[in-house]
């Protein structure tokens, strides 16, 4: 990220300043839009095939805010898939919002989260009849999909409406190469972040209302609530250019983009050390637990490497320059966008091609044992903790920072996520228990990356007192 990676066929100028105006005589106002910025949406909304396209420039962070708060009434009960973004969970916060969670499974082989279960969500949603809406995010950040159809069915059977956060498939609509995107699929309110995926500037995401189950006016006053007044114009121009663009130019680019990207994938599924793991053949998918995966990520394997998916992060970005999205367990994730160029890619083919020609930065393990190591990991992230309080409670009570030994049996003021899977392992107002605490040492000495507590090493915890 961000889509445009630098390339200059997308440069807008250089720090916009003759563009970065406000809402002077002729140039409307985003919080009540009527002309320009109105057209714009509208012209967003007919290329991706919405009702209606609603523009933000706080990112999907604030097009999430305002879809749960539209959804569902302070205090009320949502149906959420336990592996989304942090501001699905303030949204939870700021409403005071009970939570029914839909738990992924999760790949034995590398911990990444699955996709949701639609008869799993039919099930929930047939015991819960208060929920209110249902929010899941497809695709993860790894990629995988779910069947947003089948999900978004089941919710209207139980009139609620579904919420998808595809934040990270905003290119889905561009291209037959990738999945479907749920804008088409049956989602009632669906969030891109343009800027993930597509040429248009940090920050920038729309919001599209599919279907009339969540009215305008209520999207509508929660995007002014949680935006700020003085939108960016230099941002909004930026969707409006990327937008235009993709209609004029959207199919020559995206046509070369996925011819490349597929030849990356085949010149790279060749390696066996550093392996590209590939979740896209249908029986594999299916065997997996996998509806559909997004071919963009490419997930190169780091069991054999010394230092994991750490230590394969380090040398693509040191040796080969290389930028790495992120670094897991077990692995690496490199994201494509149509902004990557062909020499990019042939710098990583030739990168890992170099690698395997290295056997120093290889383990000797044998393979047997790598994979009871990730068996046992996986099984370590599965605890489903139990639920005490609201999350809001746990967040507003008196708390302290106690030393890990001592939260046993205690509640959490915090969240705490490793990656991957990417699942919060605890939430607020959850029970912590002897197992979590255990687990939470193992993964310290591991030298895994904690994320979301306010003590990164990992030795004291925020408690409910
Ligand atoms: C799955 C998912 N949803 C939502 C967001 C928030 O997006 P933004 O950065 O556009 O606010 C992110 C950000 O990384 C994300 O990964």
């Given at each position: 990220m961000p889509g445009h990676k630098r390339n200059p066929a997308f440069e807008a100028g250089f720090l916009p300043v003759k563009q970065d105006i406000t809402e002077i005589t002729g140039f409307d106002d985003l919080h009540h839009a009527e002309d320009i910025i109105k057209n714009a949406q509208d012209f967003a909304a007919e290329l991706f095939g919405s009702r209606e396209v609603f523009f933000s420039v706080n990112g999907s962070t604030a097009a999430i805010l305002s879809a749960v708060s539209a959804a569902v009434r302070r205090g009320g009960k949502l149906l959420t898939a336990r592996n989304c973004h942090k501001s699905l969970y303030h949204a939870m916060y700021l409403r005071e919002i009970v939570p029914v969670y839909i738990y992924p499974g999760i790949d034995r082989e590398t911990g990444i989260c699955c996709?949701?279960?639609?008869?799993?969500?039919?099930?929930?949603?047939?015991?819960?009849?208060?929920?209110?809406?249902?929010?899941?995010?497809?695709?993860?950040?790894?990629?995988?999909?779910s069947d947003i159809r089948a999900i978004a069915e089941a919710a209207h059977r139980h009139s609620v409406p579904l919420i998808v956060d595809e934040a990270h498939g905003a290119h889905f609509c561009f291209s037959p190469y990738f999945p479907e995107s749920a804008v088409r699929s049956g989602a009632d309110i669906v969030i891109h972040s343009i800027h993930k995926t597509l040429p248009s500037m940090t920050g920038t995401s729309v919001l599209h209302r599919c279907t009339d189950r969540i009215s305008h006016d209520k999207i509508a006053r929660f995007m002014s609530i949680y935006q700020t007044s003085s939108p960016s114009y230099p941002m909004m121009?930026?969707?409006?250019?990327?937008?235009?663009?993709?209609?004029?130019?959207?199919?020559?680019?995206?046509?070369?983009?996925?011819?490349?990207?597929?030849?990356?994938?085949?010149?790279?599924s060749q390696f066996q050390k550093i392996r590209l793991m590939d979740f896209y053949g249908a029986e594999y998918r299916k065997q997996k637990g996998f509806y559909d995966f997004d071919r963009s990520k490419i997930l190169l394997s780091a069991d054999c490497v010394k230092g994991g998916g750490a230590g394969l992060f380090r040398i693509l970005q040191e040796k080969y320059?290389?930028?790495?999205?992120?670094?897991?367990?077990?692995?690496?994730?490199?994201?494509?966008?149509?902004?990557?160029?062909?020499?990019?890619?042939?710098?990583?083919?030739?990168?890992?091609?170099?690698?395997?020609?290295?056997?120093?930065?290889?383990?000797?393990?044998?393979?047997?044992?790598?994979?009871?190591?990730?068996?046992?990991?996986?099984?370590?992230?599965?605890?489903?903790?139990?639920?005490?309080?609201?999350i809001s409670e746990a967040m507003d009570s008196e708390t302290a920072a106690l030393p890990l030994d001592q939260c046993v049996g205690r509640i959490s003021a915090e969240f705490m996520y490793l990656y991957p899977p990417g699942v919060p392992l605890i939430v607020p107002g959850e029970r912590i228990s002897l197992q979590f605490v255990q687990n939470m040492k193992r993964y310290v000495s591991a030298g895994m990356k904690i994320a979301g507590i306010r003590d990164c090493s990992g030795k004291y915890m925020d408690c409910v007192v």
């Amino acid at each position: 990220m961000p889509g445009h990676k630098r390339n200059p066929a997308f440069e807008a100028g250089f720090l916009p300043v003759k563009q970065d105006i406000t809402e002077i005589t002729g140039f409307d106002d985003l919080h009540h839009a009527e002309d320009i910025i109105k057209n714009a949406q509208d012209f967003a909304a007919e290329l991706f095939g919405s009702r209606e396209v609603f523009f933000s420039v706080n990112g999907s962070t604030a097009a999430i805010l305002s879809a749960v708060s539209a959804a569902v009434r302070r205090g009320g009960k949502l149906l959420t898939a336990r592996n989304c973004h942090k501001s699905l969970y303030h949204a939870m916060y700021l409403r005071e919002i009970v939570p029914v969670y839909i738990y992924p499974g999760i790949d034995r082989e590398t911990g990444i989260c699955c996709s949701i279960d639609p008869e799993e969500t039919e099930r929930l949603l047939s015991e819960n009849d208060d929920i209110e809406a249902v929010f899941i995010t497809s695709p993860t950040y790894d990629g995988a999909v779910s069947d947003i159809r089948a999900i978004a069915e089941a919710a209207h059977r139980h009139s609620v409406p579904l919420i998808v956060d595809e934040a990270h498939g905003a290119h889905f609509c561009f291209s037959p190469y990738f999945p479907e995107s749920a804008v088409r699929s049956g989602a009632d309110i669906v969030i891109h972040s343009i800027h993930k995926t597509l040429p248009s500037m940090t920050g920038t995401s729309v919001l599209h209302r599919c279907t009339d189950r969540i009215s305008h006016d209520k999207i509508a006053r929660f995007m002014s609530i949680y935006q700020t007044s003085s939108p960016s114009y230099p941002m909004m121009a930026s969707l409006d250019f990327c937008f235009h663009f993709l209609k004029d130019q959207g199919k020559i680019w995206f046509d070369a983009f996925t011819s490349r990207l597929e030849q990356l994938r085949n010149g790279l599924s060749q390696f066996q050390k550093i392996r590209l793991m590939d979740f896209y053949g249908a029986e594999y998918r299916k065997q997996k637990g996998f509806y559909d995966f997004d071919r963009s990520k490419i997930l190169l394997s780091a069991d054999c490497v010394k230092g994991g998916g750490a230590g394969l992060f380090r040398i693509l970005q040191e040796k080969y320059l290389l930028e790495p999205e992120m670094s897991a367990y077990n692995y690496v994730l490199m994201m494509t966008t149509m902004g990557d160029t062909e020499e990019g890619f042939r710098r990583l083919y030739e990168a890992v091609s170099d690698l395997e020609n290295h056997p120093e930065i290889f383990i000797s393990a044998n393979m047997d044992e790598l994979s009871q190591k990730r068996s046992d990991f996986t099984e370590r992230i599965s605890e489903r903790p139990e639920p005490v309080m609201r999350i809001s409670e746990a967040m507003d009570s008196e708390t302290a920072a106690l030393p890990l030994d001592q939260c046993v049996g205690r509640i959490s003021a915090e969240f705490m996520y490793l990656y991957p899977p990417g699942v919060p392992l605890i939430v607020p107002g959850e029970r912590i228990s002897l197992q979590f605490v255990q687990n939470m040492k193992r993964y310290v000495s591991a030298g895994m990356k904690i994320a979301g507590i306010r003590d990164c090493s990992g030795k004291y915890m925020d408690c409910v007192v």
